[in-house]
């Protein structure tokens, strides 16, 4: 028999659907500041996943990928409970920046979070004891920086058994493994208990459709290898990369300072020695190409045209053999 989800300040029992709005800290004018909060508590038993966005206030995709996941599916045969937060870092969200307005913390640095400490940290309490420790799985949804885009890929610790088991349901082509920067949300939550994984898709200040529309297929995969929907069956991506190791994977950096024309979109396979982009200068005298140092994918690209030295261009990741066989075979098959 399933069990009712429970909060500090609320229950919802099985069968219920709660859309709540916590209170995680107070505005200069004393108005509480709060979270929005979907729980979806399914009449049949199972785990509860929770799925978070916009912990990085800029960062929209996942928004709308909670959402629709909170609002638009069909919950009548959901077995477990569903924890839906479309807006973690509500100050930042309303700014539309990155980090929290004051003092410009990283909500995604400040989990598990501390009642007694800075009002990251308040916040982030808050939100880590009512909403993500009780669950037993979670998704967090982020985007690039402003001005790049990633293509959809999940990060995880893949030596950690129950995260990898996840972050292989999600079913993305490329999987980043490591364990994440101390007080991230997806870290603190695998080392308290609930193992989880962050999403990567697309750019900061969009929706992106073909994109969030990949992640919710992962979200169903991921439903389903937890036997949260009968329906659903696990995905399988066609090809995976795991990719671990500094030496598989590397920033392309900009040596010299200038407007950047990139040559390849987010998720293209670029081979040894391709131009990737190339720097010129505002009289089109002096150019600069970049080459690809390997053959490897880029999971991500500059969307941003300008850069000094030393900005990032592009992330490109590394693939073994057999992977780039798959991708090269599938590209034939497109084409046919
Ligand atoms: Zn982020």
């Known amino acids: 028999m399933s069990e009712p989800f429970t909060y500090d300040g609320g229950s919802v029992a099985p069968g219920e659907i709660a859309n709540v709005r916590y209170t995680v800290s107070e505005t200069y004018l004393g108005d509480p500041v709060r979270v929005p909060v979907t729980i979806v508590n399914g009449e049949q038993d199972g785990p509860t996943l929770f799925l978070s966005a916009a912990a990085h206030g800029d960062e929209l995709n996942g928004i709308e990928i909670v959402r629709e996941v909170a609002h638009e599916w069909d919950h009548s045969d959901l077995h ?6 479309p807006v973690l870092n509500v100050p930042a969200f ?110 900061a200040h969009r929706f992106q459709r073909p994109l969030i529309d ?17 329906t659903e069956t696990v995905k399988w991506p066609g090809w995976r990369t795991v990719i671990d190791g500094s030496d598989e994977k590397t920033w392309l950096r900009a040596d010299a300072g200038g407007l950047v024309e990139m040559h390849h979109d987010r998720g293209s396979l670029v081979e040894e020695g391709d131009r990737v982009c190339t720097i010129t200068n505002p009289f089109k005298t002096d150019s600069t190409v970049i080459q690809a140092p390997f053959t ?20 490109l990741v590394k ?14 098959a497109d084409r046919a």
Not at 80 to 85: F, R
Not at 299 to 314: A, D, H, Q, W
Not at 319 to 326: K, S
């Open 80 to 85: 477990g409970t569903l924890v839906c937060l």
């Open 94 to 203: 309303i700014a539309q920046q990155r980090y929290l307005p004051i003092y410009d913390r990283d909500l995604n640095r400040s989990f598990p979070g501390d009642d007694a400490s800075t009002s990251a940290k308040r916040i982030a309490a808050r939100i880590f004891r009512n909403f993500i420790e009780p669950c037993d799985l979670g998704l967090d949804f982020h985007t690039s920086t402003r001005g790049r885009t990633n293509m959809l890929h999940a990060r995880a610790d893949m030596e950690h058994g129950a995260v990898a088991r996840l972050a292989n349901a999600f079913a993305s082509n490329v999987i980043i493994s490591t364990q994440g920067p101390e007080g991230t949300l997806r870290r603190e939550a695998a080392d308290a208990g609930t193992p989880t994984v962050t999403v990567e898709l697309g750019e």
């Open 214 to 230: 990949e992640a919710l297929e992962g979200v169903l995969s991921v439903m389903a290898e937890y036997g949260m929907r009968d």
């Open 296 to 315: 490897g994918l880029l999971v991500g690209v500059l969307e941003n045209p300008l850069v000094y030295p030393g900005n990032p261009l592009c992330h």
């Open 319 to 332: 693939l073994d053999e057999v992977t780039l066989r798959a991708i090269r075979g599938r590209k034939l």
